[in-house]
């Protein structure tokens, strides 16, 4: 069940599921996007923003339309989307979707045939997403979004976010459910 009121940083998260994230890296690749989770900025302890700005989340705190890319445990790339005014800090991780334009490519990329894009690394490596990317903007840069139409509120899932301690039962995680 969705709850009956969002933050900016949900209805963006919401907003993104349906859509595309697409990229012409060495060819080109569109995943509809089918899980993201929100993070809020000050207020939120699971936020990489909570405790301000620092070198390794800069980009978190760019304006709306900014890309902060950041590797997870040293080994996976992650990418969020900047949701907040400049200065604020928060984002939506894409955790995963359904890859519908470029498989022979990705199955190249992830040396496999099963599970090419449903995980936040194993998207960014469908996508050929890396840290070169942090900062640039979807209006300009590499990666491009765009707007699906938009999902009957019963196909979307909302739980609490995953693969953190802090601040877990923010029901901030959306998932996508197939039709």
């Not at 697409?22 to 060819?27: F, R």
């Not at 339309?65 to 992650?78: D, F």
């Not at 590499?142 to 039962?169: F, M, V, W, Y």
Request: proline fraction near 5%.
């Amino acid at each position: 069940m969705l709850p009956d009121r969002y933050s900016r940083v949900e209805e963006v998260a919401l907003s993104l599921l349906g859509g595309c994230i697409t990229t012409d890296l060495g060819g080109r690749v569109s995943v509809v996007i089918e899980e993201v989770e929100a993070y809020g900025g000050a207020d939120d302890p699971a936020s990489h923003a909570y405790r301000g700005k620092t070198a390794r989340n800069a980009s978190m705190f760019g304006p709306a339309g900014t890309l902060y890319v950041y590797r997870s445990y040293g080994v996976h790339w992650c990418v969020n989307l900047v949701t907040g005014p400049e200065g604020v800090g928060e984002a939506v991780l894409i955790r995963g979707g359904r890859v519908v334009e470029g498989r022979k490519l990705v199955m190249e990329r992830r040396g496999r045939s099963d599970h090419l894009s449903d995980g936040p690394g194993k998207l960014t490596q469908a996508l050929a997403i890396t840290g070169e990317m942090d900062g640039t903007s979807v209006h300009t840069g590499p990666i491009h979004l765009e707007k699906g139409p938009t999902p009957d509120p019963s196909r979307i899932k909302a739980t609490n976010r995953i693969g953190i301690t802090k601040a877990t039962n923010r029901s901030w995680r959306f998932i996508l459910i197939a039709a």
